[in-house]
């Protein structure tokens, strides 16, 4: 299957602080101007009220240059592990936020960089013609 987004989401990881959903920490794993999903150590459970609940989160990326975003998000959807290691991911919604022009900019590096790589990785393919 197939995913139809609107914006693309850059593979990213860094520290994900919601206390009204989770007590510990959660990681980022993909971030958009319009959503990003984190895992949480635990199993979480939301009912469908807290699906129109706008919560806080504040993410901390890896990236030395980025600063703490303060966001302000719905969640989407909560896939809980049923293994050992009993983790849920969550699908948030980004809302307009106090972060957001923070955000805008963190995409933008993340865009930049990801086309800089793309350009650094690219390999020009001769042109053939077969006899």
Request: charged content about 35%.
């Amino acid at each position: 299957m197939t995913e139809a987004r609107k914006d693309i989401r850059f593979e990213e990881i860094g520290r994900v602080e919601a206390p009204e959903i989770c007590s510990l920490p959660g990681v980022l794993e993909d971030i958009s101007i319009s959503g990003c999903r984190v895992r949480f150590p635990v199993p979480i459970e939301l009912s469908t009220e807290d699906e129109d609940r706008e919560y806080e989160l504040k993410i901390y990326p890896s990236r030395q240059s980025a600063d703490e975003i303060e966001l302000l998000c719905t969640p989407c959807w909560v896939k809980n592990e049923n293994n050992e290691s009993a983790e849920a991911s969550l699908g948030f919604k980004i809302l307009h936020s106090p972060g957001t022009q923070q955000l805008e900019h963190y995409i933008k590096e993340l865009k930049t960089e990801s086309i800089q790589d793309e350009s650094v990785f690219k390999i020009e393919e001769p042109e053939y013609s077969f006899i």
